[in-house]
């Protein structure tokens, strides 16, 4: 009988040279979004010495949004994504925040039933003109009773 695997979940710090070079083979061939100057953390979940998946949350024009949510097939459906979710949110209450922000094609139906589960829900952003083919934004509200759950 195989051992169950101890995930664990860690906000990284930038400093931190053995994610980088990990950060730079998990996203191998894959678009990343630069952050610049805008505030945000990044959160990996490591299978041992192994990182199993990874997210970003960042602040843009006033708006807590999260992104680059990956998790390595072999680790799927072990609750990671999940974990990830909630670290990002919890981070981003720590902070002050009263919603967060997540886009997604329609297609990704993984990531969209995970973050359906917290609350999300799929929304046109003011300024955009949105459609049923264009709107593939989500926002949670982030309610005193949901930050309370979220901080214990």
């Not at 950060?23 to 945000?40: C, E, Q, S, T």
């Not at 990531?111 to 459609?131: A, D, Q, S, W, Y």
């Amino acid at each position: 009988m195989m051992a169950a695997l101890e995930i664990t979940v860690k906000q990284v710090e930038r400093e931190d040279r053995d994610w980088k070079a990990l950060f730079k083979d998990f996203y191998a061939g894959r678009p990343v979004k630069r952050l610049g100057a805008n505030r945000h953390a990044y959160f990996a979940a490591y299978a041992g010495e192994e990182l199993a998946g990874h997210s970003v949350i960042y602040l843009e024009k006033g708006r807590w949004v999260m992104d680059g949510l990956l998790v390595k097939p072999e680790f799927r459906e072990m609750g990671i994504a999940k974990r990830l979710t909630e670290a990002r949110l919890r981070y981003a209450v720590g902070l002050g925040a009263d919603e967060v922000w997540y886009a997604c094609d329609d297609g990704n139906l993984v990531t969209i039933c995970c973050h359906l589960r917290f609350g999300f829900e799929k929304v046109c952003p003011e300024g955009h003109h949105c459609n049923a083919a264009t709107a593939h934004w989500y926002r949670l509200r982030l309610t005193p009773a949901l930050k309370a759950k979220l901080l214990k």
